[in-house]
């Protein structure tokens, strides 16, 4: 019951944001496509139809994938949109992921353990951090193979320092207030203060923080893809797409711009999700959210 009271105040505060629950719906759209996809649309995507060779958009002559025209290939871009939405999700994903924890868990270690640790894991986000992202990303992928393993170990990599300098200023701040104190008198052990305490409270600003990050991590992989050096054929992301339309910009501008769109739509809609997150988690402003709720409820 209490589950779905929480799921019911959930979609009420987002409701109550008109433009955060039409990139929610969006969002989930992909997420369906990214699953769905390639199950029911891989052959449909790869396979060739010189026929169709650069076929223009709005035609329905040759099906309703064709609506957004084809590729140099003659496949349809409709249907190689959706199945490419599985690759750049899985990799934004993976990369987020992989790099909120490494980088929360160095931050925890670095806000509580001892100064001398502390000051170390600092000094190496420092280091990583003094490269700019994306030449670094290209340094490594030029050294080691293209692959989908490689990109998401690079796009991690540089992102890690992000949350390992946000946790520690988190815990730095949240280990000093009274009841984390208080926990410390009355004999919890550090792995219970940490996991029981100061965790849950630094949770929501990582979770909004890598609702931003995604956006950012998605981009990265498209700019790689773009300049050659991140997901190689057979394989395909949508910044790949934009890549192998650019020759084509004069005479079939559809070929880059229908992937460039879907790359947009979904970083916009990242980003008003992360501002909406950064409200509904903020107990001091929640209440504008929950306030709207109930009026449109």
């Not at 944001?17 to 990214?34: G, P, R, S, T």
């Not at 003094?130 to 690079?154: D, G, M, R």
């Not at 701040?173 to 305490?197: D, K, L, P, W, Y």
């Not at 079939?252 to 997150?277: D, E, K, Q, R, V």
Request: charged residues 15%; positive net charge.
């Amino acid at each position: 019951m209490q589950a779905r009271a929480g799921l019911r105040t959930v979609l009420r505060m987002l409701w109550a944001d008109k433009l955060a629950c039409a990139a929610a719906v969006f969002l989930l759209i992909v997420l369906l496509c990214a699953i769905l996809g390639p199950l029911t649309l891989n052959e449909l995507a790869s396979g060739t139809n010189l026929r169709a060779r650069n076929a223009p958009p709005f035609s329905l002559e040759r099906g309703v994938f064709f609506i957004l025209g084809g590729d140099a290939l003659g496949r349809p871009l409709l249907a190689r949109i959706i199945v490419a939405a599985q690759n750049t999700m899985a990799i934004a994903a993976s990369a987020v992921i992989a790099s909120l924890l490494v980088g929360a868990t160095l931050g925890l270690i670095a806000g509580y353990a001892g100064r001398w640790l502390g000051e170390v894991i600092m000094r190496l986000a420092d280091v990583i951090m003094s490269f700019p992202s994306l030449l670094l990303a290209v340094i490594v992928l030029y050294v080691l193979a293209p692959s989908i393993a490689n990109l998401v170990l690079v796009l991690a990599i540089t992102r890690v320092p992000i949350y390992l300098r946000t946790t520690r200023a988190e815990v730095l701040e949240v280990r000093e207030r009274m009841f984390v104190q208080a926990a410390t008198v009355m004999g919890a052990s550090n792995r219970r203060i940490i996991f029981r305490h100061i965790l849950p409270v630094i949770l929501p600003t990582l979770l909004t923080i890598a609702t931003l990050d995604f956006a950012f991590v998605m981009l990265a992989e498209s700019a790689l893809s773009f300049l050659g050096i991140g997901i190689q054929p057979p394989e395909i992301t949508w910044g790949l797409m934009v890549s192998q339309g650019r020759q084509y910009l004069t005479n079939a501008w559809w070929l880059a711009f229908w992937p460039g769109l879907a790359i947009i739509l979904t970083t916009m809609s990242l980003n008003l999700l992360s501002s909406w997150m950064r409200v509904a988690l903020n107990p001091t402003q929640r209440w504008r959210l929950e306030v709207g709720g109930r009026k449109h409820g």
